[in-house]
């Protein structure tokens, strides 16, 4: 398997197999929430990863894409004294690869690329239903640190 940033005549076979079923997935586990307008998701084509040097996306490949992991670099407010963050805004492998390591492979990735830029820690958010993935970052070491409350408005 290869873990690597996607080459530009790639972005489309990302997006198609990838991005695109992962923004559906997100929107079937909480549409009041994460409901997606489909014209932005047929839309997507990587650039805010790939266009954007404090982002960036790698994709597994077997040999066609598999899984992805997205994310990007901030800084902490200087009221804080720590260093810069990794946020993990992505993670998906397509369901017929799952439970194969894939996704620790790709959050690996990530973890070397955020260490490379002096990142002190990764930060995600999981959907509070999603157990899997609850249990999936644990099992990488992932504490949970805040609950995120939302109210509609």
Not at 23 to 31: I, K, L, N, S
Not at 100 to 113: S, T, Y
Request: proline share 5%.
């Amino acid at each position: 398997m290869d873990i690597r940033v996607p080459t530009d005549d790639e972005r489309e076979a990302v997006a198609a197999r990838l991005l695109r079923p992962a923004y559906r997935d997100t929107e079937a586990r909480d549409p009041e929430f994460s409901a997606v307008e489909e014209s932005v998701v047929e839309a997507e084509d990587c650039s805010r990863w790939l266009d954007d040097d404090d982002r960036t996306i790698f994709v597994a490949y077997d040999p066609e894409p598999v899984g992805n992991v997205s994310g990007g670099v901030s800084s902490s407010p200087a009221l804080y004294e720590r260093g810069p963050n990794c946020y993990v805004d992505g993670l998906y492998v397509v369901p017929e690869r799952r439970r194969e390591g894939i996704a620790g492979d790709l959050l690996d990735r990530m973890a070397e690329w955020a260490r490379s830029r002096d990142c002190e820690r990764l930060s995600l958010s999981v959907h509070v239903d999603n157990d899997a993935a609850l249990d999936f970052y644990e099992n990488h070491d992932f504490e949970t640190k805040f609950h995120s409350l939302r109210k509609r408005l």
